[in-house]
């Protein structure tokens, strides 16, 4: 949601997250955060995941159509922001039974372009 993202380039980044998010099945768990200097969910979630069930994404789809641009882009922020809601979600899920399976995770970053590269955070 950094400033350089605006008029039809976060329209059409918009469209592909929705769309991202509707190929996914109640099995998988997914959460949206918007990042600029900061990075924070879309929505108020309790949990760093939650089902993909057709509430969980609607909710999800009126937080994105809500956003805003505005600031600079941090990927390094974004990403330890993202690994922290994997752990988080690695320990509730340890904790509790039922609460996912250990499969695949997948960080999807969207974008149009960016002046630094995380290379400690990914080596991390």
Known sequence: ??????????????????TLINSLGENDYINVAAFN????WVTNCTEPLVQATQANKKILFEAIDGLTDGGMASYMNALEFAYSAFKEFEEIRDAEEG???????VIMMFS????DW??????Q
């Open 99 to 105: 609460q996912g399976a250990n499969c695949h995770k």
């Open 112 to 115: 149009d372009g960016g002046t």
């Open 1 to 18: 949601r950094s400033g350089s993202v605006h008029g039809q380039t976060f329209t059409i980044m918009k469209f592909a997250v929705k």
């Open 37 to 40: 200097e900061s990075t924070e």
């Open 118 to 123: 995380p290379a400690e955070v990914l080596e």
